[in-house]
C-alpha cells in the first residue's frame, strides 16, 4: 500500500543526500586556488630538495651547538620542520639574533603566529625565516591547526 505523496517523500530525500555529498566532498578539498594568500614575509625561500628523513615530534627542545654559530655568536639559520602537522622540533632554544626557518613539508597550507611572530599562509615547500633580536619566551601556534603549538626560547 503506497501513501500519497510518497515519490515526492522520496525525491525530496534524495535531492537531500545528493545536496548533503556535494558539502561534503567541498569542505574535504584542499585548502588552495586563485585566492590564496600572498607569500609570507619578511623572509621566503622555495625548498628545492625535501628532507624525507623522519624526526619524531613530541617534547624536544634543540639547542644549535656551539659549532654551528658564527663569529657574532649567533648561528646561521636554525630549521623547524612543518610535517604531519607538527613543528619538529616543537621548542628549540636560540641566542639573541639567531634566525629560524619554519619549512612546510605538508600539502596543506600551514602559518606561524603568536608572540610577535606572524608569518602568511605556507604552502608545500614554503619557508618562513624570523629573527629573534630579544630574550624570551616565543610561544606560537597553527591559526588554520591550533593543536599545532610551537615555542621557541631566547637567552642572552
Known amino acids: 500500500m503506497r501513501f500519497k505523496g510518497e515519490n515526492r517523500v522520496k525525491k525530496?530525500?534524495?535531492i537531500f543526500l545528493v545536496i548533503l555529498?556535494?558539502?561534503?566532498?567541498?569542505?574535504?578539498?584542499?585548502?588552495g586556488g586563485p585566492e590564496d594568500p600572498a607569500p609570507s614575509t619578511p623572509v621566503e625561500e622555495t625548498v628545492e630538495e625535501m628532507d624525507n628523513g623522519e624526526v619524531s615530534g613530541g617534547e624536544e627542545t634543540v639547542t644549535v651547538p656551539e659549532a654551528e654559530q658564527?663569529?657574532?655568536g649567533a648561528s646561521e639559520i636554525i630549521d623547524?620542520?612543518?610535517?604531519d602537522y607538527k613543528y619538529i622540533p616543537d621548542s628549540l632554544t636560540v641566542d639573541v639574533g639567531?634566525?629560524?626557518?619554519?619549512?612546510n613539508y605538508d600539502t596543506v597550507l600551514h602559518d606561524v603566529v603568536?608572540?610577535?611572530i606572524e608569518s602568511e599562509y605556507l604552502k608545500q615547500g614554503e619557508t618562513f625565516t624570523y629573527t629573534f633580536e630579544q630574550e624570551g619566551t616565543y610561544d606560537y601556534i597553527c591559526t588554520l591547526h591550533p593543536s599545532m603549538e610551537g615555542k621557541v626560547i631566547v637567552g642572552a
Open 12 to 14: 525530496e530525500i534524495i
Open 21 to 31: 555529498g556535494m558539502l561534503f566532498v567541498a569542505g574535504c578539498a584542499e585548502n
Open 70 to 72: 658564527n663569529e657574532t
Open 80 to 83: 623547524v620542520e612543518i610535517r
Open 98 to 103: 639567531q634566525t629560524v626557518r619554519w619549512t
Open 114 to 116: 603568536g608572540s610577535g
